[in-house]
Each structure stands twice: as structure tokens, then as C-alpha cells.
């Protein structure tokens, strides 16, 4: 098992397009992607492992529901996504194996807009057997069994990923 802590990104650095930093959530600074465009990805933890089974953390807001589903993080071997978090466009997270149409679990109820929640992923990839729990604010509101392997039994990175052009996010305190 692997849960890495990452705190923050108070140390200014060069980001690519469409990500910046904005007023962190305790202080300090957050990573904001803008959602203004073509995908803004930044990998968030690389694993010096590559564990089955992964927990982290961050937390999280968004300014406006999104105009489509939209992915927010993702477990990847190298590129491809095992097990993803996304939000519907009521502001449902919901998570995905291998692409967004292939969903796993989705919430009951949505995130609030302009809130910062700490999103908690907790997964063991394995094409039979794979488990995943979502929590939000320490409450799980997303759990199963089933397939969540895409191209192998591990994960190497936790990726942020904004792909709508009408949704912004902040991240903030990555951890396990």
C-alpha cells in the first residue's frame, strides 16, 4: 500500500498553461487550473513504487458545476488511467475505471460550489477482485468491488486533470 503526503503548493514554481496559484485554503498557496481551454494536467505524486494498492488525498473546490463530465484526478500507470475522480454537471463526483464513461460508483449527493472538501481515494487495482472507496470530508459516500484495472495491477502517478473548458479547480494539501 502507498499514501505519499505532499503539503500544499506553497513553493512558487513554473507552471504549464492554464494552471497557476491562487490563496491556498489554511494560507499558504493552492494549485488552480483555470479550465480554460485544451487539458491542463499536472502529475501530483510519483509513486518511487508501483503499489496495487494506493490511499490520497487532497483538498479540493471548484467555482461552477461543470458543462460536461469533467475528470478531477487520476491513478495512472505511466499514461494510462486505472481509476479516476470526476464530476458530473450537477456537481456529483463519481468515479471511473479507464475512461469517464465506464463509471464505477457515483456519489448521492453534490459537492458545494466554492467549498474546499478533502477528497479521500482508496483503491487496489486488480481486474477481478479491485476495491475503491471515495470519501469526502471523512465520510464515505462512494464504495464497491469489481474491475478496476485498465493496463496493470499498479499505479505510478496521481494526476490532475481538467478537461472542460467551463470548470476551474483548486487542489491544495495532497496527501495519504
Known amino acids: ?36 481551454g485544451s487539458p491542463t ?7 518511487p513504487s508501483a503499489p496495487s494498492t494506493i490511499i490520497c488525498g487532497f483538498a479540493f473546490r471548484f467555482a461552477a458545476n ?19 475522480i470526476a464530476i458530473d454537471t450537477t456537481g456529483h463526483p463519481f468515479l471511473f475505471r479507464t475512461s469517464i464513461g465506464n463509471v464505477l460508483g457515483t456519489a448521492t449527493n453534490p459537492l458545494a460550489i466554492n467549498t474546499w ?11 477481478t ?11 464515505v459516500v462512494i464504495t464497491g468491488t469489481g474491475d478496476t484495472q485498465n493496463t496493470a495491477t499498479t ?12 470548470m476551474s479547480f483548486d487542489v491544495d494539501d495532497v496527501s495519504p
Do not use: C, W
Open 1 to 36: 500500500m502507498a499514501g505519499l503526503y505532499v503539503e500544499g503548493y506553497d513553493v512558487p514554481v513554473t507552471l504549464s498553461a492554464g494552471l497557476s496559484q491562487v490563496a491556498g485554503r489554511f494560507g499558504g498557496l493552492a494549485l488552480h487550473g483555470s479550465g480554460g
Open 41 to 47: 494536467q499536472i502529475d501530483a505524486l510519483i509513486f
Open 66 to 84: 461543470p458543462g460536461a463530465s469533467t475528470i478531477v484526478a487520476s491513478l495512472r500507470d505511466g499514461s494510462n488511467t486505472q481509476v479516476g
Open 117 to 127: 472538501v478533502y477528497l479521500i481515494l482508496k483503491v487496489f487495482i486488480n481486474n
Open 129 to 139: 477482485t479491485g476495491t475503491f472507496d471515495l470519501k469526502v470530508d471523512g465520510t
Open 155 to 166: 499505479a505510478d502517478r496521481l494526476v490532475f486533470l481538467n478537461n472542460s473548458n467551463t
